[in-house]
């Protein structure tokens, strides 16, 4: 009983914060998904990344449909293993948030769902028992994986989130809550992995904002209620219009009704966005949520009192291998501060470390209650809204202003009448006003301590302080340039000294010393007593790393307010610091040479830097602190070259079912009369992909009919997903494709036939690309909308019954052969069927033919493959991405009309579609890329047109060359071809 106590009170919470290891933290933390990055060894380098920002925990979902795509088999190695996803966010010192569904949107195929889940005759999500049933091994296993990571068995994990924003069931409204659905279900969920082992807390994310399971709400009741929300929404086309229909107000209203005894918990918040086939690429999505977005957004969203944050996404990475929904394509960066290929030059990434870095040095956030959002009482104008948290106790105020219209693009003056230790004062005091110039938020505060010494306001935000030697005191506040800005200090604390080029004004008003400035882009410097104040533009500020010197066990690397820190400015990146005597040792990156400076560090007497291990000349700056210079010499890189004949392609026909001699016997005859699938079936035999085990990739029919010599027309109706095409054959003859669009999951179509001869046996053989399974609302099975053929007719032969139809997808279907790269990544082409696209396939005596220069000839596909050995250095991280030229390519008059798998050692890291887009380059992580040596790439090049296609153009494009203290990872298990004896 004691232990269980014991174990319990390493996570707590109040009404206002969680409480980890007996402290109030801020979960500051970003959502990433280890299975759109599958390499394991670059895990370490996203959650420094993520460190380096201030954050202090991650989200992640767990893919069950990934995991257990053979019913029973749950594979939990190779790039499904979690354990280095644990090992590395310890060693970052970030706390995890698990959620492992079993469904989870997250824009995956089938909402995280395994395909034969599909076949279930109970509604998904719903208490149908062999719904529940089908969940119960995955959930036993995935918890058993997270209960032994959990922070009580010396792991990240602090919190679990069951199921996924299970909020609303068709026709149900909150007041007539659906009991033997939702309740039951949600506790069906929480046992399975109480069972397996979970203690910490459990919490929900509620789309509805509607209190939904939070505390105390009956069965399936969590322990901690949150909500999610994405206000900017999805219209990445028209990135500067912020939509106003979802702008969060009154959630600390909400929240004091639904869950009053629960700090306020925002599960998800719109981090980024999405885009889809035909779309506008992701670095759209990145302009509409961007670093404007977050100073305004992410700031309401505290002055609610948020202390459980989690942004959507802050790493999205790669739907590799098919893994993702149809609304998607490749690419899953979704705009977000780190982008796919793991760089963070992306302005809101800066953004947000200066937020998360003031949350981790204000502890009195943590204790503070959200007033309402006001501006009469508080600020000169109403064009300024202002909404206060008010100091428990711990006096600190927190005003977070903005402009009434948060839209607002323009400019706007105010002053702001703020309470204070030494009463009421009207800001500036001085002279100027304060401005909101564009999209802008501020957060201003009053009796803020810093480290014993009492801040009576700032105007200015603040970035971060620490505790340098003896009683000194390093603060940083920071605006926007040309800002006039205002702080107040007692009079007690010293006498302020300019530094040279400051030109701030000082005054003393009553018992306090106010200093007066305008933000320039020159950095200003003013000296208090034990107290030094950096007034600095934003921008400098981005340069500039708080990093936490490591503590002794269990604190280690994880945040905490006692921590010892020093503040370090730099170029790209800091990952990491520690202290040996007057040895300052970082790691880090630099994409230039630069200059770092050690703005203010625990000790005073650090004389030496290393940087990467690497010792560094110290000097120092005229003001005095310690500077380095760190060189930057890009070392020279080769790459192949795909388009000339230095680079030898191999290629063999991948559409062999057109010849006459091909022989179907071996392929899955569709035999089943009766369907489980809720929209029924208007054929005489069920040609659903998913009841004859067949979910990704793509799908191959052959229909065998003999002719009475009357058929005229051959009417198809096909549905794969938005952005699907599929291409139809009459034994060896084209008889069209259907090209696809971004609005289209499913199309029919009526194609004329050729004279057919009485009694002649003709074979019809039609290829569909699958975009992935829909995601669903709970209880509405819209996961079950059918992938493949859904009708068919002949006009002048009426019994359907006649054509007899077989399909093949992925060879094995569910008894998928490739276990380490999982259930989807191999679709129906034949290339794909004899495993050629994984490394080494048996090209002895193919042709050789360029997939850019040749092509494929008319409609069909064609399979191309090469090699090439790469040599990268060591301590230099260059992300690469393959890069398709989408210009139009083909014969005279060609529409373009081309499909493109891209393999990379086997796995698929693009579908290119040419004539939807975007997606145009295609990031391959290093890992499954081998940087030092042989590596695999294969194309499938399916040409819809009668006139065949080349791919316009492709290379190996490096996309940043960074000089850089990441771990190497090292090679992720990549099974080269063999041969699959039981292909057809
Ligand atoms: C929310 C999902 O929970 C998450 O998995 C992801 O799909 C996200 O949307 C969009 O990227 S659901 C939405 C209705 C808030």
Same mark, same amino acid.
């Given at each position: 009983?004691?232990?269980?106590?014991?174990?319990?009170?390493?996570?707590?919470?109040?009404?206002?914060?969680?409480?980890?290891?007996?402290?109030? #933290?801020?979960?500051?933390?970003?959502?990433?998904?280890?299975?759109?990055?599958?390499?394991?060894?670059? $895990?370490?380098?996203?959650?420094?990344?993520?460190?380096?920002?201030?954050?202090?925990?991650?989200?992640?979902?767990?893919?069950?449909?990934?995991?257990?795509?053979?019913?029973?088999?749950?594979?939990?190695?190779?790039?499904?293993?979690?354990? &280095?996803?644990?090992?590395?966010?310890?060693?970052?010192?970030?706390?995890?948030?698990?959620?492992?569904?079993?469904?989870?949107?997250?824009?995956?195929?089938?909402?995280?769902?395994?395909?034969?889940?599909?076949?279930?005759?109970?509604?998904?999500?719903?208490?149908?028992?062999?719904?529940?049933?089908?969940?119960?091994?995955?959930?036993?296993?995935?918890?058993?994986?997270?209960?032994?990571?959990?922070? %009580?068995?010396? @792991?990240?994990? /602090?919190?679990?989130?069951?199921?996924?924003?299970?909020? !609303?069931?068709?026709?149900?409204?909150?007041?007539?809550?659906?009991?033997?659905?939702?309740?039951?279900?949600?506790?069906?969920?929480?046992?399975?992995?109480?069972?397996?082992?979970?203690?910490?807390?459990?919490?929900?994310?509620?789309?509805?904002?509607?209190?939904?399971?939070?505390?105390?709400?009956?069965?399936?009741?969590?322990? /901690?209620?949150?909500?999610?929300?994405?206000?900017?929404?999805?219209?990445?086309?028209?990135?500067?219009?912020?939509?106003?229909?979802?702008?969060?107000?009154?959630?600390? !209203?909400?929240?004091?009704?639904?869950?009053?005894?629960?700090?306020?918990?925002?599960?998800?918040?719109?981090?980024?966005? @999405?885009?889809?086939?035909?779309?506008?690429?992701?670095?759209?999505?990145?302009?509409?949520?961007?670093?404007?977005?977050?100073?305004?957004? =992410?700031?309401?969203?505290?002055?609610?009192?948020?202390?459980?944050?989690?942004?959507?996404?802050?790493?999205?990475?790669?739907?590799?291998?098919?893994?993702?929904?149809?609304?998607?394509?490749?690419?899953?960066?979704?705009?977000?501060?780190?982008?796919?290929?793991?760089?963070?030059?992306?302005?809101?990434?800066?953004?947000?470390?200066?937020?998360?870095?003031?949350?981790?040095?204000?502890?009195?956030?943590?204790?503070?209650?959200?007033?309402?959002?006001?501006?009469?009482?508080?600020?000169? %104008?109403? *064009?300024?809204?202002?909404?206060?948290?008010?100091?428990?106790?711990?006096?600190?105020?927190?005003? #977070?202003?903005?402009?009434?219209?948060?839209?607002? %693009?323009?400019? *706007?003056?105010?002053?702001?009448?703020?309470?204070?230790?030494?009463?009421? #004062?009207?800001?500036?005091?001085?002279?100027?006003?304060?401005?909101?110039?564009?999209?802008?938020?501020?957060?201003?505060?009053?009796?803020?301590?810093?480290?014993?010494?009492?801040?009576?306001?700032?105007?200015?935000?603040?970035?971060?302080?620490?505790?340098?030697?003896?009683?000194?005191?390093?603060?940083?506040?920071?605006?926007?340039?040309?800002?006039?800005?205002?702080?107040?200090?007692?009079?007690?604390?010293?006498?302020?000294?300019?530094?040279?080029?400051?030109?701030?004004?000082?005054?003393?008003?009553?018992?306090?010393?106010?200093?007066?400035?305008?933000?320039?882009?020159?950095?200003?410097?003013?000296?208090?007593?034990?107290?030094?104040?950096?007034?600095?533009?934003?921008?400098?500020?981005?340069?500039?790393?708080?990093?936490?010197?490591?503590?002794?066990?269990?604190?280690?690397?994880?945040?905490?307010?006692?921590?010892?820190? +020093? /503040?370090?400015?730099?170029?790209?990146?800091?990952?990491?610091?520690?202290?040996?005597?007057?040895?300052?040792?970082?790691?880090?990156?630099?994409?230039?040479?630069?200059?770092?400076?050690?703005?203010?560090?625990?000790?005073?007497?650090?004389?030496?830097?290393?940087?990467?291990?690497?010792?560094?000349?110290?000097?120092?700056?005229?003001?005095?602190?310690?500077?380095? !210079? #760190?060189?930057?010499?890009?070392?020279?890189?080769?790459?192949?070259?795909?388009?000339?004949?230095?680079?030898? $392609?191999?290629?063999?026909?991948?559409?062999?079912?057109?010849?006459?001699?091909?022989?179907?016997?071996?392929?899955?005859?569709?035999?089943?009369?009766?369907?489980?699938?809720?929209?029924?079936?208007?054929?005489? !035999?069920?040609?659903?992909?998913?009841?004859?085990?067949?979910?990704?990739?793509?799908?191959?029919?052959?229909?065998?009919?003999?002719?009475?010599?009357?058929?005229?027309?051959?009417?198809?109706?096909?549905?794969?997903?938005?952005?699907?095409?599929?291409?139809?054959?009459?034994?060896?003859?084209?008889?069209?494709?259907?090209?696809?669009?971004?609005?289209?999951? %499913? $199309?029919?179509?009526?194609?004329?036939?050729?004279?057919?001869?009485?009694?002649?046996?003709?074979?019809?053989?039609?290829?569909?690309?699958?975009?992935?399974?829909?995601?669903?609302?709970?209880?509405?099975?819209?996961?079950?909308?059918?992938?493949?053929?859904?009708? =068919?007719?002949?006009?002048?032969?009426?019994?359907?019954?006649?054509? &007899?139809?077989?399909?093949?997808?992925?060879?094995?279907?569910?008894?998928?052969?490739?276990?380490?790269?999982?259930?989807?990544?191999?679709?129906?082409?034949?290339?794909?069927?004899?495993?050629?696209?994984?490394?080494?396939?048996?090209?002895?005596?193919?042709?050789?033919?360029?997939?850019?220069?040749?092509?494929?000839?008319?409609?069909?596909?064609?399979?191309?493959?090469?090699?090439?050995?790469?040599?990268?250095?060591?301590? $230099?991280?260059?992300?690469?991405?393959?890069?398709?030229?989408?210009?139009?390519?083909?014969?005279?008059?060609?529409?373009?009309?081309?499909?493109? &798998?891209?393999? +990379?050692?086997?796995?698929?890291?693009?579908?290119?579609?040419?004539?939807?887009?975007?997606?145009?380059?295609?990031?391959?992580?290093?890992?499954?890329?081998?940087?030092?040596?042989?590596?695999? +790439?294969?194309?499938?090049?399916?040409?819809?047109?009668?006139? @065949?296609?080349?791919?316009?153009?492709?290379?190996?494009?490096?996309?940043?060359?960074?000089?850089?203290?990441?771990?190497?990872?090292?090679?992720?298990?990549?099974?080269?071809?063999?041969?699959?004896?039981?292909?057809?």
């Amino acid at each position: 009983m004691l232990l269980f106590l014991l174990v319990l009170a390493l996570v707590t919470w109040d009404q206002h914060s969680l409480i980890v290891r007996g402290e109030r #933290v801020m979960i500051y933390s970003g959502e990433f998904h280890p299975f759109r990055l599958p390499s394991p060894g670059l $895990w370490l380098d996203v959650f420094q990344k993520i460190k380096a920002m201030g954050f202090t925990g991650v989200s992640f979902y767990t893919d069950w449909g990934l995991l257990e795509g053979n019913p029973g088999e749950v594979v939990t190695d190779g790039v499904w293993s979690l354990d &280095q996803f644990f090992s590395a966010a310890s060693e970052a010192g970030i706390y995890l948030i698990a959620r492992p569904g079993p469904y989870i949107n997250a824009e995956t195929a089938a909402g995280g769902m395994p395909g034969w889940a599909l076949r279930l005759n109970g509604t998904l999500r719903s208490t149908a028992p062999d719904y529940l049933n089908a969940t119960v091994n995955y959930l036993s296993i995935i918890g058993k994986i997270i209960a032994d990571a959990q922070i %009580t068995n010396g @792991g990240p994990v /602090i919190m679990v989130q069951p199921e996924n924003e299970y909020s !609303t069931w068709p026709g149900e409204s909150f007041t007539q809550f659906p009991e033997q659905f939702n309740r039951q279900l949600m506790a069906f969920t929480e046992d399975r992995l109480r069972d397996a082992g979970i203690v910490v807390p459990f919490a929900v994310n509620d789309n509805e904002n509607k209190g939904y399971f939070a505390a105390g709400s009956g069965l399936g009741a969590v322990d /901690i209620y949150g909500i999610d929300a994405y206000p900017f929404r999805y219209d990445c086309a028209h990135p500067y219009v912020w939509p106003t229909y979802r702008f969060p107000t009154g959630w600390q !209203t909400n929240h004091t009704a639904f869950s009053p005894s629960t700090p306020f918990t925002i599960m998800e918040f719109e981090g980024g966005s @999405g885009d889809g086939w035909g779309g506008v690429g992701e670095d759209m999505c990145a302009i509409l949520v961007n670093n404007e977005g977050i100073r305004v957004l =992410f700031k309401n969203n505290y002055s609610f009192g948020v202390t459980i944050f989690n942004t959507y996404m802050i790493y999205g990475g790669t739907n590799w291998g098919n893994l993702g929904y149809h609304g998607g394509y490749t690419s899953y960066d979704y705009g977000a501060s780190i982008t796919e290929d793991r760089q963070i030059w992306r302005e809101k990434y800066s953004e947000m470390k200066l937020q998360a870095n003031f949350f981790k040095v204000s502890p009195a956030y943590l204790t503070a209650t959200a007033g309402n959002v006001g501006n009469g009482s508080f600020v000169s %104008t109403p *064009a300024i809204a202002v909404t206060p948290l008010w100091g428990n106790g711990m006096k600190t105020n927190f005003y #977070v202003a903005r402009h009434a219209d948060f839209t607002c %693009t323009g400019n *706007a003056s105010y002053s702001l009448t703020v309470s204070t230790s030494i009463g009421n #004062v009207t800001i500036p005091q001085l002279s100027g006003t304060l401005s909101m110039i564009g999209r802008d938020s501020k957060i201003h505060v009053t009796d803020y301590d810093v480290g014993g010494i009492n801040l009576i306001y700032s105007t200015a935000d603040i970035y971060t302080w620490i505790k340098t030697s003896g009683s000194g005191r390093v603060l940083i506040l920071y605006g926007g340039l040309n800002e006039t800005h205002e702080f107040a200090i007692p009079i007690s604390v010293g006498k302020p000294k300019l530094s040279s080029g400051c030109a701030a004004t000082v005054t003393k008003i009553g018992s306090s010393w106010v200093i007066n400035w305008e933000v320039t882009a020159a950095r200003q410097v003013v000296t208090i007593g034990d107290l030094t104040v950096y007034l600095l533009w934003r921008n400098e500020a981005y340069d500039i790393w708080p990093l936490e010197l490591p503590a002794a066990v269990p604190i280690s690397n994880y945040s905490s307010i006692s921590k010892s820190m +020093v /503040i370090i400015k730099a170029g790209n990146l800091l990952r990491s610091v520690s202290i040996d005597g007057h040895n300052l040792h970082l790691t880090g990156d630099v994409n230039c040479t630069t200059t770092l400076e050690v703005i203010a560090a625990p000790s005073d007497s650090l004389t030496s830097i290393t940087f990467n291990s690497n010792p560094l000349h110290t000097t120092k700056s005229s003001s005095g602190n310690l500077v380095a !210079t #760190v060189g930057f010499e890009p070392p020279k890189t080769t790459l192949p070259d795909f388009s000339t004949s230095s680079c030898e $392609w191999k290629y063999h026909d991948s559409l062999p079912e057109l010849s006459p001699m091909y022989d179907d016997s071996l392929w899955i005859n569709c035999s089943h009369t009766t369907t489980t699938n809720p929209w029924g079936k208007r054929t005489p !035999t069920s040609l659903y992909a998913s009841d004859y085990g067949f979910h990704t990739g793509s799908l191959i029919y052959r229909g065998h009919f003999t002719s009475n010599g009357k058929e005229s027309n051959f009417l198809v109706n096909i549905t794969g997903g938005v952005g699907f095409g599929y291409s139809v054959w009459l034994n060896s003859t084209f008889l069209g494709s259907w090209a696809g669009s971004g609005a289209n999951q %499913t $199309w029919a179509q009526n194609f004329t036939l050729p004279s057919l001869q009485l009694r002649e046996k003709y074979v019809f053989t039609i290829l569909i690309d699958h975009m992935g399974q829909d995601e669903e609302a709970p209880g509405t099975d819209a996961i079950k909308y059918p992938r493949g053929l859904t009708y =068919f007719a002949l006009s002048g032969h009426s019994n359907l019954a006649d054509a &007899q139809w077989k399909i093949t997808g992925n060879l094995g279907g569910e008894q998928y052969p490739d276990l380490a790269r999982g259930p989807r990544n191999e679709g129906a082409m034949y290339a794909e069927r004899m495993g050629w696209h994984l490394p080494s396939p048996p090209t002895q005596g193919w042709e050789n033919r360029s997939p850019v220069t040749d092509g494929v000839d008319g409609a069909g596909v064609g399979f191309f493959t090469t090699s090439f050995e790469l040599n990268m250095p060591d301590g $230099w991280d260059v992300p690469l991405s393959f890069v398709f030229n989408g210009t139009r390519s083909g014969g005279e008059g060609t529409e373009g009309n081309y499909r493109v &798998q891209l393999f +990379v050692n086997g796995w698929q890291f693009g579908k290119y579609v040419n004539n939807l887009g975007p997606q145009t380059a295609f990031p391959v992580p290093e890992g499954i890329l081998n940087y030092n040596g042989r590596n695999d +790439v294969s194309l499938t090049l399916w040409s819809l047109d009668a006139d @065949g296609a080349k791919v316009g153009g492709f290379a190996l494009v490096p996309q940043a060359i960074i000089k850089s203290g990441y771990s190497k990872p090292s090679l992720v298990e990549s099974p080269k071809w063999t041969e699959r004896k039981n292909a057809f």
